[in-house]
């Protein structure tokens, strides 16, 4: 079983950059791929990035794509969600989970051991 906890998050202005991080107990953290997720007020937890096991591969939505990064270090059991040009349309509760799938999956319903969350806002 893998617990996460994501950390990071803070208020912003708009244009400015975040690193939010998500650490994981466990010793099987380099079995999994990874994903982050997030969440605005009144509205459903949406995809935002996904990364290999290994970290070779990403993908990500469009909305962040270009503007985003994720990457992980498997030797500390960290996946990290750099965010650049940060908009106000990026403020939300940011989570990580862990895939069922090796390959790249968007829906919330192939992730689990979900983290806490968190907040992400983005002042203009």
């Known amino acids: 079983q893998v617990q996460l906890v994501e950390s990071g998050g803070g208020l912003v202005q708009a244009g400015g950059s975040l690193r939010l991080s998500c650490a994981a107990s466990?010793?099987?953290?380099?079995?999994?791929?990874m994903g982050w997720f997030r969440q605005a007020p009144g509205k459903e937890r949406e995809f935002v990035a996904h990364i290999t096991r290994s970290g070779g591969s990403t993908y990500y939505a469009d909305s962040v794509k270009g503007r985003f990064t994720v990457s992980r270090d498997n030797a500390k059991n960290t996946v990290y969600l750099q965010m650049n040009s940060l908009k106000t349309e990026d403020t939300a509760v940011y989570y990580c989970?862990?895939?069922?799938?090796?390959?790249?999956?968007?829906?919330?319903?192939?992730?689990?051991?979900w983290g806490q969350g968190t907040q992400v806002t983005v002042s203009s």
């Open positions: 989970a862990v895939s069922r799938s090796w390959t790249v999956r968007t829906g919330k319903d192939e992730y689990d051991n």
């Open positions: 466990g010793r099987t953290f380099s079995s999994y791929a």
